[in-house]
Nanobody, 123 residues
Framework: QVQLVESGGGLVQPGGSLRLSCAAS????????VGWFRQAPGKEREFVAA????????EYAGSVQGRFTISRDDATNTVALQMNSLKPEDTAVYYC????????????????WGQGTQVTVSS
């Protein structure tokens, strides 16, 4: 059974940082595309960042480019999202997702999803 479990969310002030982690079980992320998506209240789920197996290709949403960094550790089967210079508009539930093949930014292409972790950016 495949499971993706996110952690690391919380409340942070504008300009602060958070590091999200996604622990995978039941699959080896070394052969999967892994991505992060987010959903704010009243809005549709949107793409944040993703990378391919072996970390060869990274892709970011324009709104987070230069502030967020996705990384993976195949040895521990985990994926991280380092978020710096956070803004109130980054407030959302963040989801980790994985797929064997597909378009990195397309949520419809992802086979497996975590339950999400809440990130709130507020003073």
């Amino acid at each position: 059974q495949v499971q993706l479990v996110e952690s690391g969310g919380g409340l942070v002030q504008p300009g602060g940082s958070l590091r999200l982690s996604c622990a995978a079980s039941g699959l080896s992320i070394s052969t999967y595309i892994v991505g992060w998506f987010r959903q704010a209240p009243g809005k549709e789920r949107e793409f944040v960042a993703a990378n391919t197996w072996l970390g060869q290709v990274d892709e970011y949403a324009g709104s987070v480019q230069g502030r967020f960094t996705i990384s993976r550790d195949d040895a521990t089967n985990t994926v991280a999202l380092q978020m710096n210079s956070l803004k109130p508009e980054d407030t959302a539930v963040y989801y980790c997702a994985a797929t064997e093949v597909g378009v990195l930014a397309s949520s419809a292409d992802y086979q497996y999803w975590g339950q999400g972790t809440q990130v709130t950016v507020s003073s």
